[in-house]
């Protein structure tokens, strides 16, 4: 403090110093506006897509399902990948009240009258790619009513679930 | 029996944990230094407490002891010895304990410093130390227990409890399910490991921070004595980072090494926030400024550390990291509340204490620059904290769930990136109090001139892409400034002193440890950026199905494909392994051999990458697809990843440049002598 009683107050610098940083902070808050109108994925489930139908347009998004394990068909001279999800609630919440994630997804890929979606994407077959998956897809819906991900993302919570052992020895 | 033992002596740790709180408290409060040396040995007697915890969960692990949940689900049979001792961290549970040890082996090792001159901190660094402590250990105990067993009822019902109910009997599975493939890597073997050092090492300067503001001893003390307490666990933050980066790269079969996940940021939010206190404290020590900022800074860290050990181990969000669902969530945001916001109201308490000593004179000036880095730093951590909540908030506001992929998080923050990379450039030759754009271009045009070089080669290289220029010139510039630094200052010892250069570089590096090691530190980190401007912005790919003897060409790489088998390997895996041909402009090169595993324990299968590694780029190679009794044929896909490998040659570079920065002075306590001095000093000034 006693120091700062020595040099000149400076004022006129300490304007200078918050003019810049706030310059810095507005580039910046401009930076996050532009992208997320540029690149924004609306996260929903299957159900409110089709709900929307149409209106949904041309925009980016994502969608959590269940992967059927039957439907899982790969081309592997074009490395196209398609698969068929079932509607799962994509709320957390939901998906504790129903029992935990693995017993929702049992419970979508039992359900014939569950809502579904075909899944189009160019790439590698992910090995976690299976019956009972969660499958998280990044992309948009197609005129021919399929969905074709640019991104795909599996999750097998069984495995990693406490579960109790279904076969015991002595 | 086991499990009995290492439960009961997990209870111990916390009851001994919890008897240390309160001595601590008692002792401090009442200044009886009977109570705050119980409480110092009770802090030291948690670690052998604890490690008895831990080992008896790797002998449980080692010896199948699957009746035990937490072992089935983490090893089986076929698993080799060593994943099976690092199953301890493979799971949930596990991870937990290894957390509160490796937390408590902080917490004694704090215990067994010289205290003689800051004994008014002790207790309050025990009582931090300790509650987090506690808190991790009594999450084990009362919600995630590692030593809950299966029971089979008297009706036949499977149940899973930690002590035998009434009438049940011990149930045996034969194997356990093993430990998640994805996991089974020696990347991820010592990925977690590093970075719980990393938050737990934050864990030791934010316990000094809260006992300066309870003792009122607010002066910089609490920065010197945990300076490098905070070198040491950003070092290990970075490294546990990159090794994650890493395992990606290898195991994932992406072709990537980062991918904006929400618990990859979870990791980096207080690698960002620990970065930018590691520049700011020297701001305090050199010019007596900042003080307030450097108490949030490390009280932001504390909070995302156990943040980020939360959102790794939970499932909170949609991850490949995230293992399970599990009811420590609020738990744990219960703990971040109560702490962060106790810290804050001791730092209002304290905030009159805490006033700068020094101002901003200048725009140029060393500490404008770095209060520019923290900015910086803040405003990515608040980007990428931004782009982790949004989703919960969107849905809050709008009922719309909106989530951001890694272009959102690209754009955003690879100019602020290149922004820190020019500050990193020229921060080293600026002054501490003043300095103009004369003095510093005087000190710059050099080594710029380097670097325009080196941006004329890259142009002439056929580099049009303007991001890519940036970045390369920003490289160049960087690496040129603190060569010329370190030449500069080298030469003019060896003028005045006539030392042999080499030992005027030794001697120099010596006598300025934490600025030459810094510096070496940031050798690192731009090595890193080069890496990651290759492949962010060079990385090209191609896939095709090729029969025998067909290639795929790409950047001049010749990829022909020769055989493929297809065996049941002993150790529990189905192997697909294709080999094929390697060539370069037409020259031979060798052979790669990509395949996939197939854990029949799991029923997972894992893509391992075939990779021909050099310092200008690597030839990635993923076998994608193949048909079964066929070994004619198999479908690849290739990437080629310019300069990744600079990336891991800068993280050897961080280690080295820590370990010059970070090794014991001969005088270990000078520094915090000469402190103590000057702070008496200036009270005698006044």
């Avoid at chain 2, 690698?271 to 700011?280: D, P, V």
């Avoid at chain 2, 900022?293 to 050990?309: D, E, K, P, R, S």
């Avoid at chain 2, 002439?460 to 010139?473: D, E, K, P, Q, Y």
Wanted: hydrophobic content about 50%; aromatic content about 12%.
């Amino acid at each position: 403090m006693e120091n700062a009683a020595i040099e000149r107050p400076a004022s006129g610098s300490r304007a200078k110093f918050i003019i810049g940083g706030l310059l810095i902070i507005a580039a910046v808050v401009y930076l996050v506006i532009s992208s997320t109108q540029a690149s924004a994925q609306y996260f929903m489930t299957i159900a409110e897509l089709q709900a929307k139908g149409a209106s949904i347009g041309n925009r980016e998004l994502r969608l959590s399902g269940a992967v059927l394990g039957d439907t899982i068909q790969y081309d592997s001279e074009n490395l196209r990948l398609t698969f068929t999800i079932a509607d799962i609630p994509a709320d957390n919440a939901e998906i504790e009240a129903q029992g935990g994630l693995a017993a929702v997804l049992h419970a979508a890929v039992q359900d014939p009258t569950r809502p579904t979606l075909v899944i189009v994407y160019d790439g590698v077959m992910p090995d976690l790619l299976k019956n009972e998956a969660q499958a998280i897809v990044t992309g948009k819906m197609g005129e021919d009513g399929k969905f074709y991900a640019k991104e795909l993302l599996l999750k097998c919570p069984t495995k990693y679930e406490e579960a109790v052992p279904d076969q015991a020895g002595k | 029996m086991l499990a009995n033992f290492g439960f009961g002596a997990l209870i111990i740790t916390f009851l001994v944990a919890l008897y240390g709180i309160g001595a601590a408290i008692y002792g401090g409060v009442k200044n009886s230094a009977r109570w705050v040396e119980s409480a110092r040995l009770a802090m030291l007697l948690t670690f052998p407490l604890i490690t008895l915890t831990a080992v008896s969960i790797i002998i449980m692990l080692v010896t199948r002891q699957y009746q035990v949940q937490y072992v089935y689900n983490v090893t089986s049979d076929t698993m080799p010895l060593y994943l099976k001792i690092t199953a301890l961290w493979g799971g949930q549970a596990g991870s937990l304990i290894f957390w509160s040890w490796l937390m408590a082996a902080f917490a004694t090792a704090v215990t067994l410093r010289k205290w003689d001159r800051d004994r008014e901190f002790l207790p309050w660094v025990i009582v931090v130390s300790l509650i987090t402590l506690a808190f991790f250990v009594g999450m084990s105990i009362f919600v995630e227990n590692p030593f809950e067993r299966f029971w089979l009822s008297a009706s036949g019902r499977e149940m899973v409890a930690m002590f035998q109910p009434a009438g049940a009997t011990p149930l045996i599975p034969s194997d356990g399910r093993g430990l998640n493939p994805l996991l089974r890597h020696p990347g991820m073997v010592i990925h977690p490991p590093m970075l719980y050092l990393g938050f737990v090492s934050f864990v030791i300067p934010f316990a000094f921070a809260i006992a300066a503001l309870i003792t009122g001893r607010t002066d910089d003390r609490w920065i010197r004595i945990t300076r490098r307490w905070s070198l040491v666990a950003w070092i290990f933050l970075s490294l546990g980072l990159v090794l994650g980066s890493r395992w990606a790269y290898d195991v994932l079969g992406w072709g990537g090494y980062w991918g904006w996940d929400p618990v990859e940021i979870a990791a980096f939010l207080p690698w960002l926030s620990g970065t930018a206190f590691l520049h700011s404290v020297m701001i305090q020590e050199k010019r007596g400024m900042f003080k307030r900022w450097n108490m949030v800074l490390v009280i932001v860290t504390y909070a995302l550390v156990i943040f980020g050990t939360f959102l790794t181990r939970s499932g909170v969000l949609s991850s490949v990291h995230a293992f399970a669902q599990s009811a420590i969530g609020p738990l744990f945001f219960g703990f971040i509340g109560v702490t962060f916001i106790a810290s804050l109201a001791l730092l209002l308490h304290r905030w009159k204490d805490l006033t700068s000593a020094g101002q901003l004179n200048s725009m140029l000036s060393r500490e404008a620059l770095f209060l520019l880095n923290n900015l910086l730093f803040m405003l990515i951590l608040l980007v990428c904290l931004w782009g982790l909540i949004f989703p919960i908030v969107s849905e809050l506001f709008t009922g719309q769930k909106v989530t951001f992929g890694p272009p959102w998080y690209e754009r955003i923050t690879g100019p602020l990136f290149a922004a820190l990379l020019l500050l990193m450039g020229v921060a080293p030759l600026s002054a501490w109090g003043h300095s103009t754009v004369k003095t510093l271009g005087r000190a710059m045009w050099k080594p710029t001139i380097v670097s325009v070089a080196v941006l004329a080669v890259a142009l002439a290289t056929g580099v049009r892409s303007v991001g890519a220029l940036i970045g390369f010139w920003l490289v160049g510039f960087v690496i040129a400034i603190t060569l010329y630094d370190y030449g500069r200052a080298i030469w003019a010892r060896h003028k005045r002193s006539h030392e042999p250069l080499p030992v005027a570089f030794w001697n120099l590096v010596g006598r300025n440890r934490r600025r030459y090691g810094g510096y070496i530190i940031h050798l690192g980190i731009v090595l890193m950026a080069l890496g990651i401007i290759g492949i962010e912005m060079f990385q090209t790919e191609t896939q095709g199905t090729l029969k025998t003897g067909e290639s795929l060409s790409l950047s001049g790489y010749t990829v022909t494909f020769r055989s493929l088998a297809e065996w049941n390997n002993p150790d529990g895996r189905n192997i697909a392994r294709a080999v094929v041909d390697v060539s370069k402009d037409g020259r031979y090169l060798g052979q790669l051999a990509p395949r996939r595993d197939f854990y029949f324990d799991a029923q997972q299968s894992m893509t391992i990458p075939g990779v021909r590694s050099t310092m200008e780029d690597d030839l990635y190679l993923l076998l994608v697809d193949w048909e079964e009794f066929n070994s004619n044929q198999a479908t690849l896909k290739l990437f080629h990843n310019p300069l990744i490998n600079w990336l891991w040659v800068g993280s050897v570079v961080l280690i080295l440049g820590m370990l010059v920065a970070a090794w014991p002075d001969q005088e270990p306590d000078a520094a915090v002598q000469r402190a103590a001095q000057k702070a008496s000093g200036r009270v005698t000034a006044d």
